[in-house]
Nanobody, 117 residues
Framework: QVQLVESGGGLVQAGGSLRLSCAAT??????MGWFRQAPGNERELVAS????????LYGDSVKGRFAISRVNAGNMVYLQMNNLKPEDTAVYYC????????????WGQGTQVTVSS
């Protein structure tokens, strides 16, 4: 059974930092990503990473503040979030895929991140 489990969310003041973790079991994914969804908004890509981390991609709103990483192409993926802003408040989801079209087909349950002003 494939599972992705996120942890590390919580409440933080603006300007603070959080580190999210995602543990995937049951399958090794070539590409893993973090997405977020705030109430009333569509789900958006935050960051993705492929292979052993040579290739990363970030959403425009988090560039320079967030960093995605993984260890040895393994199934632990991290999202370091610095200089958090109230607009970063959302449920953050971890996802994985091996599909050639890169569509994500495995998702975690999500972890809440709340940034207070």
């Amino acid at each position: 059974q494939v599972q992705l489990v996120e942890s590390g969310g919580g409440l933080v003041q603006a300007g603070g930092s959080l580190r999210l973790s995602c543990a995937a079991t049951g399958r090794t994914f070539y590409r893993m990503g973090w997405f977020r969804q705030a109430p009333g908004n569509e789900r958006e890509l935050v960051a993705s990473i492929t292979g052993s981390g040579f290739s990363t991609l970030y959403g425009d709103s988090v560039k320079g503040r967030f960093a995605i990483s993984r260890v040895n192409a393994g199934n632990m993926v991290y999202l370091q979030m610095n200089n958090l802003k109230p607009e970063d408040t959302a449920v953050y989801y971890c996802a994985g895929t091996n599909r050639p079209d890169s569509a994500y087909d495995y998702w975690g349950q999500g972890t809440q991140v709340t940034v207070s002003s």
